[in-house]
């Protein structure tokens, strides 16, 4: 079956470029109907929405984080990634990948996150 | 803060009934999805589009929305339901998803 993992750096230096991988396994990354997600979550905090990318390599980013943030993805190798610059410790959270999927039921849009990755803890401290 | 609200803790009696809410402007046009997040542990996906539940996920979960309101129900909870909650959709300004600020569900 189609599995997730995150793979990086645990820590990194305050102003520093944070980068992780989500390495997509059991399947294709190209699969029909799917875009590729990261999420983060700050210890004992909720979950925050990062942005998506589509293998057509269209991106949407959290407004938030719109400045800072990219994601790319890479077919040929079945891996999507994040980049997120200028890091302070704010930004210290477990960060997940997960597949995303949307469609239409009736005349209303839905989108879900179907399958995740264990996540990754990343640490920004000097 | 989150365009997504949800009450931050709710309880529940064992083998009873409860419904967890998730309110926004978005939900007018796009459904909520549901996750279930045990500690340590990453989110799963409980409920979608309203009201489907992948494949894995008992059917004493449902869902249901009405206006701007989501809910998660859970009828005839059971020990291993409690957890946090998350509810999901797009926002109501553009291309962008979002999640509820999570609930912490208590079975007594």
């Known amino acids: 079956q189609v599995q997730l993992q995150e793979s990086g750096p645990g820590l990194v230096k305050p102003s520093q470029t944070l980068s992780l991988t989500c390495t997509v396994s059991g399947g294709s990354i190209s699969s029909s109907g799917y875009y590729w997600n990261w999420i983060r979550q700050p210890a004992g905090k909720g979950l925050e929405w990062i942005g998506r990318i589509y293998t057509s390599g269209n991106t949407n980013y959290n407004p938030s984080l719109k400045s800072r943030v990219t994601i790319s993805v890479d077919t040929s190798k079945n891996k999507f990634s994040l980049r997120l610059s200028s890091v302070t410790a704010a930004d210290t959270a477990v960060y997940y990948c997960?597949?995303?999927?949307?469609?239409?039921?009736?005349?209303?849009?839905?989108?879900?996150?179907?399958?995740w990755g264990k996540g990754t803890t990343v640490t920004v401290s000097s | 803060s989150s365009e997504l609200t949800q009450d931050p803790a709710v309880s529940v009696a064992l083998g009873q009934t409860v419904s967890i809410t998730c309110q926004g402007d978005?939900?007018?046009?796009?459904?909520a999805s549901w996750y279930q997040q045990k500690p340590g542990q990453a989110p799963v996906l409980v409920i979608y589009a309203k009201n489907s539940r992948p494949s894995g996920i008992p059917d004493r979960f449902s869902g249901s929305s009405s206006g701007n309101t989501a809910s998660l129900t859970i009828t005839g909870a059971q020990a291993e339901d409690e957890a946090d909650y998350y509810c999901n959709s797009r926002d109501s300004s553009g291309f962008h998803l979002v999640f509820g600020g999570g609930t912490k569900l208590t079975v007594l």
């Open positions: 997960a597949r995303g999927s949307s469609g239409v039921v009736v005349t209303w849009y839905y989108y879900c996150m179907d399958l």
């Open positions: 978005s939900l007018r046009s796009y459904y």
